[in-house]
């Protein structure tokens, strides 16, 4: 699936093909640190199948609980955060992914999330929305 997409601002747009079952949640407790909300929704691409449009990311690296070093990429400009990925090259020439996340993608109502993961730091409500009153404007 084609997608396109971009930061806050307009300073950065993309675009990648990517497969709508590669979509899913991460419930870690640095996703829910650095995405100020209870979870991470990401799309997971090969780097070869994402093509930065306009403007140049910044990169902060963060260590994550596995020990993995983490590089998260984000608009200078709004600090939105487009996608993170393995820090430094992969091993053995694999292949290189890219976390694109799903609230930078224009196409985002397209893609649900298949799985969900770190779900042991899940927010105990996150699943029981239902019972809260929506407004739709404030």
Known sequence: MKVDGGCH?????????????KVGICHCTDCQTMSGAPFNAVVQVPEADFTLKSGTLKMYVKT?????????????????RIYATSAGDPPNGGLKFFGIRIGVINQ?????????????????????LNHIPVVEKQ
């Open 9 to 21: 601002c307009g300073h950065i747009t993309f675009e990648a093909e990517i497969d709508p079952e």
């Open 64 to 80: 994550a609980e596995s020990g993995n070093k983490r590089a998260q990429m984000f608009c200078p400009e709004c600090g939105g």
């Open 108 to 128: 985002r109502r397209e893609l649900s999330p298949k799985r969900q993961i770190w779900h042991r730091s899940a927010q105990p409500w996150v699943n029981d």
